[in-house]
């Protein structure tokens, strides 16, 4: 079983940025892809970036790209998004995801995909 614990979420004025961190726990994610996802009330979760496990490919939404940054360090077993120019349609709860194990290159987009979530953290960005 894997935990993930996300943080850095917050309270941003528009044109902000923020940093959410993801650990995991339980057991080494390494070879698994992580990623995000985001989800407003009453609303789908929607996919926002993800990683693969040896970081070699990155994919973003349409919505995020050129704002958002992924990474991640597999030594302390962490994925990062980093969110730049943020507009106030950024605010949702983001969820941490993981999802493998996969080969270095597989990457995620569907919820469905998903083998663990974290219990998400709240961004909220003021007009």
């Known amino acids: 079983q894997v935990q993930l614990v996300e943080s850095g979420g917050g309270l941003v004025q528009a044109g902000g940025s923020l940093r959410l961190s993801c650990a995991a726990s339980g057991r080494t994610v390494s070879n698994y892809a992580m990623g995000w996802f985001r989800q407003a009330p009453g609303k789908e979760r929607e996919f926002v970036a993800a990683?693969?496990?040896?970081?070699?490919?990155?994919y973003y939404s349409d919505a995020v790209k050129g704002r958002f940054s992924i990474s991640r360090d597999n030594a302390k077993n962490t994925v990062y998004l980093q969110m730049s120019s943020l507009k106030p349609e950024d605010t949702d709860v983001y969820y941490c995801?993981?999802?493998?194990?996969?080969?270095?290159?597989?990457?995620?987009?569907?919820?469905?995909?998903?083998?663990?979530w974290g219990q998400g953290t709240q961004v909220t960005v003021s007009s």
């Open positions: 995801a993981a999802s493998g194990p996969g080969s270095g290159n597989y990457i995620f987009i569907q919820p469905g995909d998903i083998s663990f």
């Open positions: 990683i693969s496990w040896s970081g070699g490919s990155t």
